[in-house]
């Protein structure tokens, strides 16, 4: 595999297929226990959902946070550029972030004509303030697949 983005975060096999790989903050769940590890560095503070940057489950990572971050990737693929692009300093963002404020709508995306708004729709779902009004992986895929085939 070669890492073909700056965040090495994707990887890009050797058939084309894109993977993604280690947000930075990642839970570690034991199937068999029910145990939780939270790992606490490395990662991007821009992908950083804001219910892990402030409030009691500061650092617990969890199914939203996670899409959170992939709103934020996706955002990062179509743009070609980094979220909140404007903000020189990566904690500019997450206050904004914390404040319930996302990036601003590009004027262009580098997806298929007629796709933008309901690819940003999609984000706008995947980035909600309140953790448990973000769909699940399931719904997002759906969801991509109507944008896209």
């Known amino acids: 595999m070669q890492i073909r983005n700056k965040q090495g975060n994707i990887l890009i096999d050797a058939n084309g297929k894109a993977v993604l790989c280690d947000f930075g903050f990642s839970r ?10 939270t790992i606490r560095e490395g990662g991007r503070l821009r992908f950083l959902a804001p219910e892990l940057s402030s ?6 990572t969890s199914q939203a946070s996670d ?4 709103a934020m990737t996706f955002l ?16 500019e963002a997450v206050r904004m972030a914390e404040q319930g404020i996302r990036p601003k709508q590009p004027e262009r995306m580098n997806i298929p004509a007629g796709t933008e ?6 984000l706008g779902v995947m980035w909600q303030q309140e ?11 759906e969801t991509l697949q109507e944008i896209f085939v």
């Open 55 to 60: 409030g009691p489950d500061k650092f617990r």
């Open 131 to 141: 953790p448990k009004k973000r769909p699940d992986a399931c719904g997002i895929c």
């Open 67 to 70: 899409i959170y971050s992939l």
């Open 117 to 122: 708004d309901r690819m940003w729709r999609l």
């Open 28 to 37: 570690i769940r034991h199937e068999a226990t029910r145990t939780h590890t």
């Open 76 to 91: 990062m693929l179509v743009t070609l550029a980094l979220p909140f692009p404007e903000m020189d300093r990566e904690l």
